[in-house]
């Protein structure tokens, strides 16, 4: 079951789509809301993981909400849009939306939207299964990349940099970087924490590789700078500050 949430301030536009919703056998409806602001709060203390929402709403509208979110690299909602306005479409899929109702909207067309959820979240997964269950005795984990599982010693692992729904998985000795369908979340489970660390939403790096800190940035073997993420600072320099050398 796809855990899901249904947005719209319109009251008789949002009965249709909790009504719709609850035809499709996959998808569980944990709250119906009336504002993005009530959704934020769902989101926050739940793990959802499909929103269906309007778009012109006041306070908060649903382009904005969705843009909030972390939706970008696996781990966030899976959004579809529903709006009675045909000039959001672009916008709404350069917030990632995976389907755009058009109202007064059918069944059909809510179903094929909900399939494409369905495959999303099915991909996802997948994914999530892709890591071995465990890092073994010798620090060593399996991905499936391109078609073949390949073997990545942990300690080589320079850095890991999240794109869109992909990982790319940069270590030492190999000319390209190992590219795996996996989000941040579930690889990180799968590192030693006293030997990784993520210092941005989008990356993840071998605290052992770092030559130099300059600023917002880390500097790794070859020259490679990576920023330093506001949210992620704090900890990163608590790390850092217990290993500096003073008088």
Do not use: W
Not at 34 to 47: G, L, M, P, R
Request: with cysteine; aromatic share 8%.
């Amino acid at each position: 079951m796809i855990k899901c949430i249904a947005v719209d301030d319109e009251p008789l536009a949002l009965k249709k789509l909790v009504t719709y919703i609850k035809k499709i056998p996959y998808l569980d409806l944990v709250a119906q809301c009336h504002s993005a602001i009530e959704a934020q709060k769902v989101v926050e203390q739940q793990d959802i993981e499909a929103i269906f929402l309007d778009i012109n709403m006041p306070d908060l509208n649903g382009l904005d909400f969705a843009k909030s979110l972390d939706n970008n690299h696996s781990k966030g909602p899976v959004m579809v849009f529903t709006t009675a306005y045909s000039e959001y479409a672009v916008e709404g899929y350069k917030a990632n939306a995976v389907g755009y109702l058009l109202k007064p909207y059918g069944f059909d067309e809510f179903e094929a939207a909900a399939q494409k959820v369905r495959d999303i979240c099915e991909i996802r997964q997948q994914a999530a299964t892709e890591v071995s269950a465990r890092i073994d005795d010798d620090g060593i984990i399996y991905v499936k990349s391109d078609y073949k599982i390949v073997r990545i010693d942990i300690e080589h692992i320079c850095y890991i940099e999240a794109m869109s729904e992909y990982l790319r998985i940069s270590c030492e000795g190999k000319d390209k970087p190992v590219i795996v369908l996996l989000s941040m979340k579930k690889i990180e489970e799968h590192l030693p924490s006293s030997k990784f660390m993520r210092i941005h939403r989008s990356f993840i790096v071998n605290l052992d590789k770092i030559n130099e800190v300059k600023k917002n940035h880390v500097i790794i073997e070859g020259d490679i700078s990576l920023p330093i993420g506001d949210n992620y600072k704090d900890a990163f320099l608590s790390y850092l500050n217990k290993r500096i050398l003073t008088k």
